[in-house]
């Protein structure tokens, strides 16, 4: 029998009787009681400081990769009252490597906040917790769903691709409205019990991270593939739909790397943009800046291997170049504002992941 011919025009689905939806959430609830992931540290309680820390490690970043970083940032932060109280230079240090900076500034702000504005408690509810500094409404909507039993919806990445290719949702995320309107639907979905709001929430997420992938799904694995529009129509890679991509471009800097008596000369980064905050060698725009300086003192300068590093909106080739001062006199006047750190001390700053690679060697 000839298969029907995909319906590719359709953008939304009308909506899932209550039937369907009640099935939908039960199947994934079953599902992740059976085969979803139970073996994560931050799943084995229900404290908010702790759920709260992975999912922010979580964003953009892969499981295998989280999990040393997690139980290290315990270690040193083990509740949200040691997280307000230290330095942000601690906190930076703890999580170099883990990129994305901008979430650990987050960390420390929500922290602070926690203490200041709500006695040292995370608010129970996902809109409070939405208020805070660095939790969007997905993350809220987890930590009010694993903590509290909220029943409230969440839609990370992986949970968007779940939901558009099950439901045959094709509008263009990139609208506005339309991510409305999926968030909608994901709430239309949420189990009718409250007690069934871990599991559920849980369930979705090891869906997007371990069944329904970006590329080459495995489908026959999925609870959810008799009502998947997306496997009916056998296109799985037309959702989600978001036509709006970020334009990479690539940027050049030459990296000064100067030596003296066993330590480096380092510079704290701006504020706002790239490694925000974090500390870095001084940034040359080009081989003649870096000649320029160095005129100041007579040593050999030498280059080192040339590092290629892609960030989420540009590509970045950086030149390093090193060379050891008798004297660190007319670093400063040259360069800026800066400290020198001991070589055996670096742990102790946030240093980006390149050079913290490239300083190791």
Known sequence: MSRPPARRGRTHPSPPADDTATSLSERVVAWQRTQGRHGLPWQREHDPYRVWLSEIMLQQTQVSTVLSYYARFLERFPDVATLARAPLDDVLAAWAGLGYYSRARNLHRCAQAVMAEHGGRFPASAEQLATLPGIGRSTAAAIAAFCFGER??????????????????????????????????????????????????????????????????????????????????????????????????????????????????????????????????????????????????????????????????????????????????????????????????????????????????
Not at 228 to 249: F, H, N
Not at 257 to 276: D, K, S
Not at 295 to 313: D, G, K, M, S, Y
Request: net charge neutral; hydrophobic share 45%.
């Open 152 to 361: 409230a919806a969440i839609l990370d990445g992986n949970v968007k691709r779940v939901l558009t290719r099950v439901l045959g949702f094709g509008a263009d995320l990139a609208i506005a409205r339309h991510e409305r309107d999926l968030w909608a639907r994901a709430c239309e979905l949420l189990p009718p019990a409250s007690a069934d709001m871990p599991a559920y929430t849980q369930g979705l997420m090891d869906l997007g991270a371990t069944v329904c992938l970006a590329r080459k799904p495995n489908c026959l694995l999925c609870p959810l593939q008799g009502d998947c529009v997306a496997q009916r129509e056998d296109r799985p890679e037309a959702y989600p739909l978001k036509t709006r991509k970020l334009k990479r471009t690539s940027r050049e800097h030459w990296w000064l790397w100067l030596e003296h008596a066993g330590a480096v000369w380092l510079q704290r980064r701006p504020a706002t943009g790239v490694w925000a905050g974090l500390w870095s060698l001084p940034l040359l725009d080009d081989e003649a800046a870096l000649d320029a300086v160095m005129q100041r003192w007579p040593v050999p300068v030498e280059p080192q291997p040339v590092i290629e590093h892609a960030l989420t909106h540009f590509d970045w080739t950086l030149h390093p170049w090193r060379a050891v001062l008798e004297s660190p006199e007319g670093v400063e006047a040259a360069l800026g504002p800066g400290r020198w750190v001991a070589l055996d001390a670096l742990d102790a700053v946030g240093l980006p992941a390149p050079l913290k690679k490239l300083l190791a060697r």
